[in-house]
C-alpha cells in the first residue's frame, strides 16, 4: 500500500491550497480516506475524511466551513481543499487509509482506526 500526498506549500492567511493523495495498492473504493495534521510537540490531529463513494464527509471542528475533502475513485486520489487559511493551520498533513469491514463502519476520526499512511506534506501560513 502506498498513499503519495502533494500540494502543499507556503500560503499567506486568506489564501488556499489543495491537497492531493494518490492511493496505490489498495481498492480505493473500498476504503475511507482521511486527511490528518501534526505539528512538532503534538499529537496527531484529525481533519476530515469521507467514505467510500465520496459521501457524508465529515470534519473537525476547526476546519468545518473551510476545508472541504472530496475524492475521484477512477483516480485513487482523494482531495483536500483548504480555504480561508489560517497560521494555526500550519502543520504537515497526512492522507491515510480506513479499511471498510462492515456496513456499520463509521468514519474514522483517530489515528488508530487508519492502517495506511502517506508521508506528509508541508503546509505553511504566514500572518
Known amino acids: 500500500v502506498q498513499l503519495q500526498a502533494s500540494g502543499g506549500g507556503l500560503v499567506q492567511a486568506g489564501g488556499s491550497l489543495r491537497l492531493s493523495c494518490v492511493a496505490s495498492?489498495?481498492?480505493?473504493?473500498?476504503?475511507?480516506m482521511g486527511w490528518f495534521r501534526q505539528v512538532p510537540g503534538r499529537e496527531r490531529e484529525f481533519v476530515a475524511a469521507?467514505?467510500?463513494?465520496?459521501?457524508?464527509?465529515a470534519y473537525s471542528d476547526v476546519v468545518k466551513g473551510r476545508f472541504i475533502i472530496s475524492r475521484d475513485n477512477n483516480k485513487n486520489t482523494v482531495y483536500l481543499q483548504m480555504n480561508s487559511l489560517k497560521p494555526e493551520d500550519t502543520a504537515v498533513y497526512y492522507c491515510?487509509?480506513?479499511?471498510?469491514?462492515?456496513?456499520?463502519?463509521?468514519?474514522?476520526?483517530?489515528?488508530?482506526?487508519?492502517?495506511?499512511w502517506g508521508q506528509g506534506t508541508q503546509v505553511t501560513v504566514s500572518s
Open positions: 491515510a487509509a480506513q479499511p471498510i469491514r462492515s456496513v456499520y463502519y463509521t468514519l474514522g476520526r483517530t489515528e488508530s482506526d487508519y492502517n495506511a
Open positions: 495498492g489498495i481498492f480505493f473504493g473500498s476504503h475511507v
Open positions: 469521507i467514505d467510500g463513494r465520496g459521501r457524508s464527509p
